[in-house]
């Protein structure tokens, strides 16, 4: 008997059963896997995601201007998955889309050489940054954003920021010199006029 020929059955990896899963939009939108940037739709159309594994696998979905989704899709084998993102709302084919919860987002500045200044939000809400400040109480959405001198009065940039849910955007400060967003770069806007 020959063994070598039943060791290397043994050995020979089976095949994982995959299934076919397809995006369809109305809108703008990106889909992510385990963070990396998988399919991105330009407005309406549909795409092919491609082969996943059976089983549970997580995705995201960003439609441009709205906060991401995230969300476990069971993908079967012998089924294609169709995922919809219709006004906002995600549906698949064959189950339903439980969309997670995302946490709050996270509005950063950082001083770029360690100069004081006063960072005010939507008007009353005032902070001090010597280096680096961090602001969770923020809800998802625009906020107006102004950046002072220590003593308040000189501003130094005005502008909106637009936070969306789970993101965290950090933004760079200097005096005479332009904000910079690190993070979600098209969240800052500066005010018109506001060229520093």
Known sequence: MDYRLLI????????????????????????????TTIARASGPGALILGDFADGATRLEVQPVGRPAQRFELRVDGDEPTTLRLHRGQ??????????????????????????????????????????????????????????????????WARGTVDLMAGETVILGVASGRMVVADGLSTAWTPALGDAR
Not at 8 to 35: I, K, S, Y
Not at 136 to 153: K, M, T, Y
């Open 90 to 155: 995600l549906s698949a084919s064959n189950q339903r889309v439980q969309i997670e919860e995302l946490p709050a987002p996270r509005l950063g500045f950082r001083s770029a050489d360690g100069e004081p200044f006063t960072v005010v939000i939507n008007g009353t809400d005032a902070h001090a940054l010597t280096d680096t400040l961090m602001v969770d109480s923020l809800n998802p959405g625009r906020h107006r954003i102004e950046v002072r001198s220590a003593n308040r009065l000189i501003v």
């Open 8 to 35: 290397m059955t043994a050995l020979t990896p089976t095949a994982a059963a995959a299934g076919t899963v397809h995006f369809e939009t109305d809108a703008a939108a990106e889909v992510r896997h385990r963070g």
